[in-house]
């Protein structure tokens, strides 16, 4: 606003002189101002975060026009009364200090979408504050009154528009300050880091499997550049390959999956198809979308590989790719399901909200049993806990196990975290004992922004007895101990692979 130099009016309220410049200023500076407040606690990431390259800047100031032309628009419409603009703007600037100053980038691979979205909010906020504006004007006959009407208006924009997330920020960043952190520890559990370094500096997955045609048991793990083959007794490399994913036009190669041929040598399935022990392409899946390649693993056959094209069908298909089956059906996620004498069977997840449910198909087509699954879930699993043919099903902050008939056996809710669980659930069951029924163990991720996750282990009774936040984890197997008959849980992820192993000396004593 502007004061005239006149000792007779010094509180006159107008619009500005230069009205598309101030109102093309403030929609620029002020989401850049946004980010100061988060600064002390988020780090000078937190504002760099906006000013990332030539591009960025200018992609972020061309969206943020929008706001300046409706202040230009609304400011032309209001030369008779001005108050209505000055409490637009308050309006306004209060909403983007307050959105610009809480949305995180890098909390997940999307987030940067909220951008876009941002300012076409900030103009409905406008609007509604303009009309406001408009009604306090004709209240307001002093033009006195108005004059600091407005400045009040303005001075709560910016007290509110800084210090919500101003707060939000330092709640998140002391949240965030725990981690990595082990909050629940009533198990006698010893914990070994077993594969480390440079080879393997991000496991993606973990199989356990015959070995070149022999009776060797070997569990085999796929990292960046490599596929290890690690004898289960001592840990020892048996084999390393060097592991380069062929890239292909379109490819994102997600959700990796590591399986056994009969011949004992390793494949990979991605949502682009089926690699071979080298990492190139065997067969290609072509699905627009989302997608994933899974492999079903035959007791006495090559594996074969289930796909399926979002919302339209489902594809099944032998090692060499091709086709064996088809079903067209509404699935939104495939997987296995293994049954209670271990055999696994590919399965489909179809319908929405309430008539969500689980399908499984036997090796030749025919549809077996179907499973009534939550609407809220999102994520579904066959788990041995527990006993065999159970569900393991959820989202980021929730999940559950279910029996074969699709009733709830536990349910848990992730809480008191130092990030928000945003992808998950994934799990095993282990027996740390063989005197005892097994455990259950759940991971759970942050998403792309934030590489942590969450490992629970649940005792034989569905008591919670293990809480742990580490960096993020990509696997998850239970692994025999062939000469004590008991199991290891084997986690792998971003620190290589970690072994949870039952400490029977602390628990005796």
């Not at 006993?387 to 959820?394: E, I, M, Q, R």
């Amino acid at each position: 606003m502007t004061i005239e130099n006149n000792s007779k009016t010094p509180h006159t309220i107008k619009l500005p002189n230069r009205l598309f410049i101030f109102s093309l200023v403030v929609g620029l500076v002020t989401p850049f101002l946004a980010r100061l407040a988060g600064v002390p606690f988020r780090g000078i990431e937190w504002l760099t975060a906006y000013l990332a390259g030539g591009m960025g800047i200018l992609f972020l100031s061309a969206v943020n026009f929008i706001p300046s032309i409706a202040w230009f628009g609304l400011g032309r419409a209001s030369k008779k009364f001005p108050l209505a603009y000055w409490v637009s703007i308050s309006g306004g600037v209060a909403f983007l200090l307050y959105a610009h100053g809480s949305i995180n980038l890098s909390s997940s691979s999307t987030a940067a979408i909220g951008l876009l979205f941002i300012p076409f909010y900030a103009v409905g906020a406008i609007l509604a504050s303009w009309l406001l504006g408009c009604i306090l004007h004709f209240i307001i006959q002093n033009d006195k009154f108005r004059f600091w009407t407005a400045v009040g208006f303005g001075v709560m924009a910016v007290v509110d528009g800084v210090i919500a997330p101003a707060q939000q920020s330092r709640n998140i960043a002391a949240r965030e300050s725990r981690f990595p952190n082990l909050a629940l520890s009533t198990i006698p559990l010893q914990k070994t880091n077993i594969l480390t370094g440079e080879n393997l500096v991000t496991v993606s997955a973990i199989s356990y499997d015959n070995f070149q045609k022999s009776e060797l048991k070997v569990f085999t793990v796929l990292s960046q550049s490599n596929i290890l083959i690690i004898n289960p007794v001592n840990y020892g490399v048996l084999l390393k390959l060097d592991y380069h994913q062929e890239d292909c036009d379109g490819c994102v190669h997600m959700y990796p999956y590591l399986v056994m041929d009969r011949d004992g040598s390793p494949l990979v399935s991605t949502s682009d198809g089926v690699s071979n022990k080298n990492g190139q392409i065997k067969w290609r899946w072509q699905a627009s979308g989302f997608s994933r390649v899974v492999p079903i693993q035959s007791i006495t056959q090559r594996p074969f590989f289930l796909s399926y094209q979002n919302t339209d069908f489902i594809v099944f298909h032998d090692t060499d790719g091709k086709e064996l089956w088809r079903k067209n059906i509404p699935v939104s996620d495939i997987g296995i399901y293994v049954t209670p004498k271990g055999e696994q069977l590919p399965f489909a997840i179809t319908g929405h909200n309430k008539s969500s449910k689980l399908s499984t198909y036997q090796l030749d087509g025919s549809q077996g049993q179907s499973i009534k699954i939550p609407d809220w879930a999102m994520d579904a699993q066959a788990i041995s806990w527990p006993t065999p043919g159970n569900l393991l099903v959820g989202t980021g902050r929730h999940f559950a196990v279910l029996d074969q008939n699709g009733y709830e056996i536990l349910s848990h809710t992730v809480q008191d975290t130092s990030f928000n669980p945003y992808h998950g659930p994934e799990g095993t069951s282990v027996k740390f004992s063989k005197e005892e029924k097994p455990y259950l163990a759940v991971m759970c991720h942050g998403s792309s922004g934030y590489a942590r996750s969450v490992l629970f282990i649940f005792d034989p009774d569905g008591n919670l007895v293990w809480k742990e936040e580490v960096k993020k984890l990509s696997a998850i197997i239970s692994l025999p101990q062939v000469e004590e008959g008991n199991e290891v849980l084997l986690v792998g992820g971003m620190e290589g692979i970690i072994e949870y192993k039952l400490n029977e000396e602390r628990l005796t004593k």
